[in-house]
């Protein structure tokens, strides 16, 4: 269990890392658009794993207007214009990951893009939160 929601593990599969295999809940639910790392201002953080905090952060304002918080998002789908850079941060990224969201790990996808609608994205990311009734 994890919050409002329920971890989907099939018996025999190995643990995932960073991530959850499914993500079961019952409530209200919160589709946040695709977030990129820039700020309030829209000045973008520098660097890859800069970018992942930020928009983390984004997401996590967005889901604060629904009176909800990392424990309550579903799935994570990521848009990353390099897979190289995006595997050549894990570490730094897991780390950077965790001091925004916690502990949580949402049932989560990774996709490779040509280009973002910013020039200056690395990557986007959009969510989805479920809320108890």
């Not at 890392?17 to 309030?40: A, F, H, K, P, T």
């Not at 889901?63 to 897979?83: C, F, S």
């Amino acid at each position: 269990m994890s919050g409002p929601l329920t971890t989907l593990h099939p018996p025999g599969w190995p643990a995932p890392r960073g991530y959850s295999n499914g993500m079961m809940g019952q409530g209200r639910i919160v589709l946040v658009g695709g977030q990129v790392g820039w700020d309030e201002a829209g000045r973008f953080a520098q660097g890859f794993v800069a970018q992942t905090e930020q928009a983390l952060r984004n997401i996590l304002a967005v889901l604060k207007e629904a009176g909800a918080g990392p424990e309550h998002i579903g799935r994570l789908t990521w848009y990353v214009v390099d897979m190289d850079e995006y595997r050549a941060c894990l570490p730094e990224l897991g780390r950077a990951y965790r001091s925004v969201m916690g502990r949580n790990f949402p049932a989560m996808a990774l996709v490779c893009v040509v280009a973002l609608a910013e020039p200056e994205a690395r990557l986007e990311i959009e969510a989805t939160a479920i809320l108890p009734d």
